[in-house]
């Protein structure tokens, strides 16, 4: 690819006492891209995950967005930064109202005197937002937007979820096993929805097991193996036992694909 | 767009009516249960009434009077405000057993500063708030950074005031004639005012505001969207970027302040300030308008109308019983029916989504 990466980082180590979840890992994501990343269990992918998205600090190593560093001390600062990230636990609040969740923790409040005095929340105005940004995901099936997300199903929840990574996220998007826990037509939808979000031209980094969908929707595949970037593939080039080889060990990757 | 996977071809046949909802099945059962999970009041409201209703036939015009309804609001503003404090933690899945104590002792710093200091009134009464939140701040700080059970703090601070109450104040009460010379605006929520036989006092003034106030703010600022979110899912909140310790904090002692507000309204309603006060079970009244007002102990759920309808429930309960003639512990035992009726609701509606 001849483009700039849209976030890059070098180096990463991150120890949890005796373990190192990260061992000089490095990772780039391009504009417009889905960048899948894979590897076995204990590999160190939620480790790198949590670096970019601010949920954990990193002890070496250094992550630039758009060419200048940054150094996330929370998920607060990734987010403001324009990196959202849809978690595995959706972080929904079940009770609260479909727009009160997707505005949750940045709300829009009245201008004038009701909202700077009174601190007052524009409902109206976070509503229309939240259903113009769901209608755009064709996820209208859900009818009333004041209802608690509790009341919905397990796709419609993953979709307000991606929805409002979508709304919000200016720079990527994390989404960390986005069809673990849902069933075959469900995840269909989902994947529509990343390829929605990817058309939109925001990337996307998808954390999953399930190699047929990570081969499916995937531009670029980052094999992660005993905490490092072990190589990056193309899902065109590789089968997907190749790619499980490489993750697991069984196979040594190409040269190629190890300067990728 | 990449090709489908070859076993999702067979979804090409299937249904594609996947999100809508399943309308025609339900009954009325299930069409209450949704009505009243998105109306958490709906349920004290309703046994509110219904009780009224009941004791108004039984015992006729002497209970259905407004003389009488208004008796009851007098005797219970402050466990309504104590109520309003305990729903605020509640509906961060916290308990506060500490807020009857710090009532207390904010009552005892009031009158202390006022009648035996000699402080302004004004003054005291600025005190007697800060000591209250003071309190509900260092609950606040346990729970949040040391990440102890709001149940261990809040039973740990409750002896602690408790005790502090007695040794600060020797346990001497002040006189009612005192606070009266002296500081006649500690009793500021105990005046009334007669509209035909009606009789309200400032202080069930005080508590009706109160309670709107709150309610306004927990459904329509962001503060308040944020206590119902730390209550029902404190990691989804804080991965929503809500900052949960901040937030918990800030309800603590508010709880605190509202509580020593509630220290204000008894010295009016009491007349005479007494640190015996402190062995009262406060608390557990206040819990149990709460609960019974269906503030779910769990976090997250209820409406604070809900509290006040329980806090009347409480007293429409106990002043019908008393004009009966009734044995005083019929009261105790149907408080406790009552409780027990509540939760069990509360977990019911709960399964509306399942």
Partial sequence: MTQEPILTARGLVKRYGRVTALNSCDFDLYPGEILAVIGDNGAGKSTLIKAISGAVIPDEGIIELDRKQ???????????????????????????????????????RKPGFLGDWLRMLDRPAMEKRARDKLTELGLMTIQNISQAVETLSGGQRQGVAVARAAAFGSKMVIMDEPTAALGVKESRRVLELILDVKKRGLPIVLISHN???????ADRIHIHRLGRRLCVIDPKQYTMSDAVAFMTGAKLPPEAALAA | MAQVQEFEKALSNSETSVAAFDEHGTSIVKR????????????????????????????????????????????????GILGAAQTLVILTAGI???????????????????????????????????????????????????????????????????????IYSANETIRDADVDVQAPLLHLFGLNFKIGTAVLTFGVIAMVVLVLILWYVLNHTAWGRHVYAVGDDPEAAKLSGIQTKKVL????????????????????????????????????????????????????????????????IVGVVSMGLNMLGADPQWKVLLTGVLIIGAVAIDQWIRKVSV
């Avoid at chain 1, 600062?77 to 009160?100: F, K, M």
């Avoid at chain 2, 109306?39 to 309703?46: E, K, N, Q, S, Y």
């Avoid at chain 2, 302004?120 to 949040?144: D, E, K, R, S, Y």
């Fill in chain 2, 249 to 312: 904090i800030s309800v603590y002692t508010l709880a605190g302040l509202i509580a020593a507000f509630a220290a204000w309204v008894s010295i009016g309603r009491n007349g005479s300030i007494s640190p015996s006060a402190a062995v009262t079970d406060y608390n557990l009244q206040a819990i149990t308008a709460t609960v019974i007002g269906g503030i779910s102990l769990f976090g997250g759920r209820g409406s604070i109308l809900g509290t006040l309808f329980g806090a009347m």
């Fill in chain 2, 32 to 79: 209450i249960q949704h009505f009243l999970h998105s109306t958490p009041a709906a349920v004290p409201l309703i046994v509110l009434v219904l009780s009224i209703a009941v004791f108004g036939v039984t015992i006729g015009g002497r209970f259905f009077s407004s003389y009488t309804l208004t008796l009851i609001l007098q005797q219970i503003a402050i466990v």
């Fill in chain 2, 96 to 166: 506060d057993l500490s807020i009857g104590v710090i009532m207390v002792i904010s009552a005892v710093i009031m009158g202390n500063c006022a009648v035996t200091y000699g402080l302004p009134t004004l003054l005291a009464v600025v005190i007697g708030l800060a000591a209250g939140g003071a309190c509900g701040l260092l609950n606040g700080l346990l729970v949040a950074y040391m990440k102890l059970p709001p149940f261990i703090v809040t039973l740990g601070t409750w002896n602690i005031v408790m005790a502090t109450n007695f």
């Fill in chain 1, 70 to 108: 940054v150094l996330f001390k929370s998920p607060i600062e990734a987010r403001e930064a324009g990196i959202e990230t849809v978690y595995q636990n959706l972080a929904l609040s079940p009770a609260l109202s479909i727009a009160d969740n997707m505005f949750l923790g940045r709300e829009i």
């Fill in chain 1, 211 to 217: 190699m047929p969908h990570v081969f499916e929707v």
